[in-house]
């Protein structure tokens, strides 16, 4: 994340249709995947407290939404992606990845089915060109249509438990009864929303998708209605941490086209048994011969720093063990945590291994992933 400074080029940046709603909030503004976002308001720990035992409000209109339709968009998504697509029904969602041929991963991204044959795919904002490409390249002639509708959407996440109470008083009460990774479509005062139960904060919530002029109505109403609900804007600073707290999984970050998803700890996602896909034989073979690096979660002191991405990981006795992904301060365990890929054996929990934090050997100790799991989940 790169933090922007006066006189930087900030006009070049593509910008939300939140954009001047952020700046009237006073948020700190930086660079990320191509945008002007908020990176925090009013503090990184504040908020990302307040989602824990609050509810939070997240501008996300940066990530990507492409909607797939047609007679084989069913079959066209199964052969692209490493989940099994037949396990959900019009009205649900999955979580699953877009595999290259030797395994490694294209993009995680969210599929909802709306309806029997139409799709809508939630992908990462920094890969929203990449992911486009691929779906092209492999996109049948006929039988499917894509409509790449990013710069026309805006999505808006509503994260924390005030958000059931919060957005049954805005008008959608069957949030509260639905499951995790449920999506429909409903017409909140003249406005059609696309309302999924996912997120990406560990935290029960929303995600709501509506065209661009809507946005700011959207925003603006549920602050509204969410001020006796303790809400809070909340930027991408406390994301993250939320999101590695929760073990949940960041593009560039845990994933890339170099690792696969059973290196990832995503082996849940891979259905091998579902027929071909791109990446099979890849993640047959690491199935049968096993893998020589695995996700795992690792905490060490406060006192100690804090561990970043790219740090390297050292066995015990001194030999280059890994590399740390992701790391972070973890304001509800007030320890420092972190994720690195390590060799299996060496990941499992209750193992201690040392990190290189500004040229010092810190001992931290491997542990059961996800660092942060609430009592209802």
Same mark, same amino acid.
């Given at each position: !994340?790169?933090?922007? !400074?006066? *006189?930087? !080029? ?18 700190? !503004?930086?660079?990320?995947?191509? $945008? ?31 909607? $797939?339709?047609? %007679? ?24 699953? =990845? ?22 809508? /795919?939630?992908?990462? /904002?920094?890969?929203?060109? #990449? ?30 438990? #005030?958000?059931? #109470? ?9 949030? /509260?009864? &639905?499951?995790?990774?449920? @999506?429909? &479509?409903? #017409? @909140? ?37 969410? /001020? ?48 071909? $896909? ?5 993640? @047959? ?27 390297? @990981? ?7 063990? *890994? ?5 972070? $301060? ?15 054996? =060496?990941?499992? %929990? ?28």
């Amino acid at each position: !994340m790169k933090v922007m !400074m006066e *006189g930087d !080029m900030t006009d070049e940046l593509k910008k939300t249709a939140l954009h001047q709603k952020h700046v009237e909030l006073g948020a700190r !503004m930086i660079e990320f995947a191509g $945008f002007h976002m908020p990176v925090w308001y009013t503090g990184m720990i504040e908020e990302h407290m307040a989602v824990r035992t609050k509810v939070g409000i997240f501008d996300l209109a940066h990530m990507g939404e492409v909607y $797939f339709e047609g %007679p084989d968009a069913f079959a066209y998504l199964q052969s692209i992606t490493c989940n099994d697509l037949s396990k959900i029904k019009p009205g649900k969602c999955q979580y699953t =990845l877009l595999t290259i041929p030797g395994g490694g991963v294209v993009d995680d991204l969210i599929i909802y089915q709306l309806e029997s044959q139409r799709y809508l /795919a939630v992908i990462n /904002a920094s890969n929203i060109e #990449n992911d486009i490409a691929w779906f092209r390249e492999h996109l049948p002639i006929g039988g499917v249509s894509m409509t790449n509708v990013s710069d026309e959407t805006t999505l808006i996440a509503i994260q924390g438990p #005030n958000a059931p #109470n919060l957005l049954s008083e805005f008008g959608l009460p069957e949030v /509260a009864k &639905e499951k995790p990774f449920r @999506v429909f &479509e409903k #017409n @909140v005062r003249g406005n059609l929303i696309t309302v999924a139960t996912t997120g990406y904060t560990g935290e029960a919530g929303v995600e709501l998708i509506v065209p661009n002029e809507c946005a700011e109505w959207l925003w603006d109403s549920l602050l509204e209605i969410g /001020a006796k609900h303790q809400i809070s804007p909340i930027g991408l600073g406390a994301r993250d941490t939320l999101r590695l707290e929760a073990a949940y999984s960041l593009y560039g970050h845990e994933l890339d086209r170099t690792t696969t998803p059973y290196e990832a700890g995503l082996d849940w996602t891979v259905k091998l048994d579902k027929g071909d $896909f791109l990446g099979k034989d890849k993640l @047959v073979e690491q199935k049968e011969k096993g893998i020589t690096r695995r996700i795992a979660g690792l905490v060490t002191e406060r006192k100690n720093g804090i561990p970043r991405n790219g740090m390297k @990981v050292y066995a015990m006795d001194g030999s280059e063990a *890994g590399v740390v992904t992701s790391g972070a $301060f973890s304001p509800i365990l007030g320890m420092n945590i972190a994720l690195a890929y390590l060799p299996p054996a =060496l990941g499992e %929990p209750g193992n201690k291994v040392q990190l290189e934090i500004r040229k010092q050997k810190v001992t931290a100790e491997t542990v059961r992933l996800p660092f942060y799991k609430r009592a209802d989940a």
